[in-house]
C-alpha cells in the first residue's frame, strides 16, 4: 500500500482483494500516527469506530453492488457535526462538545460506505486565512513546515496533500476550500449555495457557508460530491436541484479570462495560470476575455456581511445549553460574558465585534445595507459575463503559502488573501481549485468559476486538464516531517 | 481616518457579551479601526437604485409538512448542558430573593 492513491484505483484494489477495507483503514491511520504531530491536520483520530465502520464495509464489498466508495477513508472538517464524536469548531468554546446527531453530510458519506478516519483542523469557527486560529494548534504545510497551509479548511487541505487521507470534506465561506486546496497543491470544489445541506454544519456566515469536497484530482471530488450532495428537508436553502452530471462527450467550452484581475498579481503566480489558459487553448476550448466589476469592494462587502452574519449566529454561545462555561461568575449576564470571553478566541471575538458595529444604530444604512447592494452588483457582474462564457478562470490566491506570523499582526492583509475567492462566494457560484504549477518549490492553484449549479461543467473542464497534466500528481515528500 | 474610541468599543463589547484585558482591547481598537477604514472602499461604489441581496441564489423555502416526528431525544440534548436539574437548565440567580 502506498499513499496518494485515488478512489478508482483505491476502489480496483478494495474489490480485487489486494487488501481489505480494515488494512487500508489501518494503513493510514498508520500514517497520521507517523505525520499528524508535525502536520497537525486532525484534532480527533477516532480509529475504534475507523475500524469498526471499515469491518463494516468489508462485510458490504462481500455482497454485491457496494456503494463507488464503500471502504474509501475520509475525513471530515471538524465543525460537521459526529454522533459520539466531539465536534469543536477549533474552539474553546465547543472542545469537549459532542454532537447528539450526525450532519447531513456525514450521514450521507457514511451511508455511501466511506469509512472516517475523524475530524481535521481548521481556523475556530473558520474564521481565517492560515489556520493560525485554531485552539488546538497551527496546521503546517505539508510543502513547507514552516509555511501555513490557507484555511479555513486548512487541516482537511494539510491531511489530504500528506496522504493522512484520501479524500476529506470541507467548507467555505470566502475560500475556504479553495485557498487551502491551492496553497496546499490539491484539488478542491466550493459547490453552489444550497447543492450541500448545511444541516448539522456549524454555522459562520449562513448565507455564504458551504460544504464541499477535497482530494487528489477533480475525478475524486466528482465523486465525493457525488455522496455530499442533494436536496435535504432539514436544511430550508437546501436546493432541490437534479444532481450534478458531467456533461456528454468531450465538450469544448469557452472560457472567460479576466485579465484585469492579474493586473496586480505576483508575475510567477500569473504565469503558471497563463500556461494553464495555454492548455484549455491546446485542448480545444475558446478563451474570452471577460470584465469582473466591484472586485475590490467585493472583499470589504464580505467582511461587512459575514461577520454580521456570525455576530448573529455566535450569539447562541451563551454557557447555558451547550459548550463552555465559565466557573467564576457573579450573575446571569456576567456569567454570558465571561463564557463567551473565556470560549473565543481574539480572530472571533474581532469578527464578532465588527459585525456587530455594523449592525448597530446608525451604521447598518452605510454598511450593511452597502455591502448587501454590492453583493447584487457583484453578483450581476457574473452573470453578464456568463452570457458570453461557460467558465471563468482565475487566480485563486495573491500569493503562494506564507510564512507562519507573517500576517497574523495584520488582519485587512489576512483578509485580502481572500480578493480572488470572495466575489465567487458572494455571488454563490460553483468553484473549482486546482494545481496549475510551482513557484519557489510551493503549489500555485488556480479557479474554474462556473454558473449556478454547473459543477459538472467546471469539473469536466478540470478533468480535461489534469488529463493532460500532472500538476496534481505530484506530492510533498514530507522528509523533516517524517524526522520530527 | 477613524477613531475608535474607548465609548464605542465599551459600547461593542456590551452589545457581544464578551470583555477584553487592557492588551487585546487595545489592539482591537488598533483592527476594528483599521477594518472600519478597509470596509469605506465600499463608498467608492454607486450603488444607487441597487436593490440589496440577502442571498445569491434565489431559492424557494419549501415548508415540511406539518407533521410529528421525533428526531431528537430531549435527554439527549439537554445531556450536553453544563448545568441542569430537574429537566431544567441552571443558570446564576436572575433576580434577588429580595
Known amino acids: 500500500m502506498k499513499p496518494f492513491i485515488g478512489v478508482q484505483e483505491l476502489r480496483n484494489d478494495l474489490r480485487a482483494k489486494k487488501y481489505s477495507a480494515v488494512e487500508l483503514a489501518h494503513f493510514y491511520l498508520n500514517r497520521i500516527s507517523e505525520l499528524n504531530g508535525s502536520i497537525n491536520g486532525f484534532i480527533t483520530v477516532d480509529s475504534e469506530r475507523c475500524l469498526e465502520r471499515a469491518a463494516l464495509a468489508d462485510r458490504q464489498l462481500a455482497h454485491s453492488n457496494p456503494h463507488p466508495l464503500c471502504g474509501i477513508p475520509i475525513a471530515h472538517k471538524d465543525l460537521f457535526c459526529t454522533k459520539g464524536v466531539r465536534t469543536t469548531c477549533a474552539s474553546n468554546m465547543l472542545g469537549s462538545f459532542i454532537a447528539p446527531y450526525d450532519a447531513t453530510v456525514v450521514k450521507q458519506t457514511a451511508e455511501a460506505g466511506t469509512v472516517s478516519l475523524g475530524k481535521t483542523n481548521m481556523d475556530e469557527f473558520a474564521m481565517g486565512s492560515s489556520n493560525e486560529t485554531s485552539w488546538f494548534g497551527v496546521v503546517r504545510n505539508p510543502w513547507n513546515l514552516n509555511c501555513v497551509p490557507g484555511g479555513s479548511s486548512g487541516g482537511t487541505a494539510a491531511s489530504v496533500s500528506s496522504g493522512m487521507t484520501p479524500l476529506a470534506t470541507g467548507s467555505d465561506t470566502g475560500g475556504s476550500i479553495r485557498q487551502p486546496a491551492s496553497l496546499c497543491g490539491i484539488t478542491g470544489l466550493k459547490p453552489t449555495y444550497g447543492r450541500v445541506s448545511r444541516f448539522g454544519m456549524i454555522a459562520f456566515a449562513s448565507s455564504l457557508d458551504q460544504g464541499g469536497p477535497l482530494a487528489h484530482s477533480a475525478t475524486d471530488v466528482y465523486e465525493l460530491l457525488a455522496a455530499m450532495e442533494g436536496h435535504d428537508p432539514m436544511d430550508s436553502t437546501s436546493a432541490d436541484v437534479e444532481n450534478t452530471t458531467l456533461p456528454a462527450g468531450d465538450r469544448s467550452f469557452v472560457i472567460g479570462y479576466p485579465e484585469s484581475l492579474f493586473d496586480d498579481l505576483d508575475s510567477d503566480i500569473a504565469g503558471c495560470i497563463e500556461r494553464a489558459r495555454l492548455q484549455f487553448e491546446a485542448l480545444g476550448h475558446k478563451i474570452e476575455v471577460v470584465e469582473l466589476p466591484h472586485i475590490d469592494a467585493a472583499v470589504a462587502a464580505y467582511y461587512v456581511i459575514s461577520s454580521a452574519e456570525a455576530s448573529t449566529n455566535l450569539a447562541r454561545y451563551d454557557g447555558v445549553r451547550y459548550g463552555h462555561r465559565t466557573e467564576v461568575s457573579e450573575d446571569l449576564l456576567d456569567m454570558y460574558c465571561q463564557s463567551r470571553t473565556e470560549g473565543f478566541g481574539l480572530e472571533v471575538k474581532r469578527r464578532i465585534l465588527t459585525g456587530t458595529y455594523s449592525l448597530s444604530v446608525g451604521y447598518f444604512d452605510a454598511y450593511y445595507l452597502k455591502a448587501q447592494k454590492i453583493r447584487r452588483l457583484v453578483r450581476d457582474g457574473f452573470l453578464t459575463a456568463f452570457e458570453n462564457v461557460d467558465m471563468i478562470l482565475a487566480p485563486v490566491t495573491p500569493t503562494t503559502a506564507f510564512e507562519f506570523n507573517s500576517m497574523k499582526a495584520d488582519p485587512v492583509e489576512m483578509y485580502k488573501q481572500d480578493l480572488y475567492t470572495i466575489p465567487v462566494s458572494l455571488a454563490g457560484l460553483p468553484a473549482l481549485s486546482l494545481p496549475c504549477g510551482f513557484v519557489n518549490d510551493l503549489p500555485v492553484g488556480m479557479q474554474l468559476i462556473g454558473r449556478h449549479f454547473a459543477e459538472g461543467e467546471v469539473l469536466a473542464g478540470g478533468m480535461a486538464f489534469q488529463d493532460r497534466t500532472d500538476w496534481h500528481e505530484h506530492h510533498p515528500t514530507l522528509e523533516s516531517a517524517s524526522a520530527l | ?98
Open chain 2, 1 to 98: 481616518m477613524h477613531d475608535m474610541d474607548d465609548e464605542t468599543i465599551e459600547r461593542l463589547l456590551t452589545l457581544s457579551q464578551l470583555s477584553l484585558d487592557i492588551e487585546d482591547r487595545e489592539k482591537i481598537r488598533r483592527d476594528l479601526d483599521a477594518i472600519i477604514g478597509f470596509i469605506e472602499i465600499m463608498d467608492q461604489v454607486n450603488t444607487e437604485g441597487v436593490e440589496p441581496l440577502a442571498h445569491a441564489v434565489d431559492l424557494d423555502q419549501p415548508l415540511r409538512k406539518d407533521r410529528a416526528v421525533i428526531d431528537f431525544e430531549r435527554d439527549d440534548f439537554q445531556s450536553l448542558a453544563p448545568k441542569t436539574a430537574d429537566g431544567f437548565y441552571l443558570v446564576p440567580k436572575v433576580l434577588d430573593q429580595h
